[in-house]
């Protein structure tokens, strides 16, 4: 946020900008769900609704996960929130005490970090490898664990890598996190998202739902991120206590964006194949691009709406210590805007958002080939 509103800062004085910072669809959110805000506003449901959400968005939730991953919540375990990161903020107050650790695979997003230490919590970071798409395994997790482990989180596809934990690995995953009574998080927020592999989720196991902690988010599969629309499925006393939270801080989620999200969900979901087939052309063009530059390498994004190249053969070049003034300078030289590594927990990358024009990624990457080539 803290890099679009910079690249914001020079387009108002005139700058011509390419923006790959902003994690949100550049669609507008589709029109059947507009309509339904529209027929909310219309029916005057403009009041306070149940602090966790209506019965009625509850209820299309579970419905909508149980037909696309078969599970089988009910609206006791479910609970509407102000967009994902509110779920997952909630999550961390309701669950994690001072000095309990919370597992997360790096690169992360950055959120965890800051609600995990916000609970008092300690991060306990497990490298992956970049060779093999930054995605996360039970080996890798494993030595992690001790007795103070009170959750893992695993974000798949990632932000910022795109990386995809396959069923296989997931489950072992799970296996591993449930046998010591650990909490599994996982982030469904980019869930429809995948380039080769089809959607699944992990609380579809048989038993599951006991450790399996689910945040949604309406954000990125509908291209509704400023509708403000997230929820948890998880078991029903941490929905209690969620909710509980939840109705002294931010009561109720917006009406109108409750109703406009029952449609989302039971409404035509032709919007996200759209949206999926036009991200995966993107992603194969600015990963054929990024790869042409001398000296970068790029792990394949599997899932999500981001590529996170590895741009070392700049660092430590032309006085440039580090990403993040490796992103200052590309936005100073070049106009080209992209979030630092270091925000996500690596060195040597940027997070390079595909959800822009087709123009847009033709002309930013010219930019970055032509910055690498000149600090190199
Ligand atoms: C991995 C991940 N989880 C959750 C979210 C939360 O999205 P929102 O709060 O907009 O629903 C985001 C948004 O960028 C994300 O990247």
Not at 61 to 76: M, R
Request: charged residues 20%; hydrophobic residues 40%; proline residues 5%.
């Amino acid at each position: 946020m803290k890099v679009s509103a910079d690249a914001e800062k020079l387009r108002a004085q005139g700058e011509d900008v390419v923006d790959f910072g902003a994690g949100e669809p550049d669609f507008p959110t589709p029109d059947n769900i507009k309509r339904a805000a529209v027929r909310a506003l219309d029916q005057n449901f403009t009041k306070y609704t149940a602090a966790g959400g209506t019965a009625e968005l509850k209820l299309a939730v579970c419905e909508s996960h149980a037909k696309d991953f078969g599970t089988s919540y009910s609206p006791s375990e479910c609970i509407i929130t102000v967009g994902g990161k509110h779920v997952i903020f909630n999550l961390m107050q309701a669950l994690v005490n001072p000095g309990d650790e919370v597992v997360i695979p790096v690169p992360y997003w950055v959120t965890y970090k800051d609600v995990v230490n916000y609970a008092g919590g300690k991060c306990i970071f497990v490298e992956t490898d970049e060779r093999k798409g930054f995605a996360v395994t039970a080996a890798m997790i494993e030595p992690h664990l001790t007795a103070r482990t009170r959750m893992v989180i695993v974000n798949s596809p990632s932000n910022p890598s795109g990386a995809v934990v396959d069923r296989a690995e997931f489950e072992k995953i799970y296996q591993l996190a449930a046998a010591r009574g650990i909490y599994l998080m996982t982030d469904e927020c980019y869930c429809k998202f995948l380039y080769d592999s089809e959607p699944f989720s992990i609380a579809s196991l048989p038993g599951s739902k006991e450790t399996v902690l689910v945040a949604g988010s309406l954000s990125k599969t509908y291209a509704m991120t400023g509708w403000r629309i997230g929820f948890g499925l998880v078991p029903a006393p941490i929905v209690t206590a969620m909710t509980k939270l939840q109705s002294h801080s931010t009561s109720n989620p917006n009406s109108i964006a409750q109703k406009a999200a029952v449609e989302a969900l039971r409404g035509p979901q032709e919007s996200v194949t759209a949206m999926l087939a036009e991200y995966r052309k993107r992603r194969d063009f600015v990963i054929r691009r990024l790869r042409s530059i001398p000296g970068v390498t790029c792990a394949e994004p599997r899932g999500a709406f981001y590529a996170y190249p590895n741009v070392g053969v700049a660092i430590g070049k032309n006085g440039i210590a580090n990403t993040t003034q490796l992103a200052e300078r590309l936005l100073a030289d070049q106009r080209l805007a992209v979030v630092p590594g270091e925000a996500f927990g690596t060195n040597h990358h940027v997070r390079i958002s595909y959800a822009a024009s087709m123009k847009d990624l033709e002309r930013g990457l010219d930019r970055l080939h032509e910055f690498v080539v000149k600090n190199s």
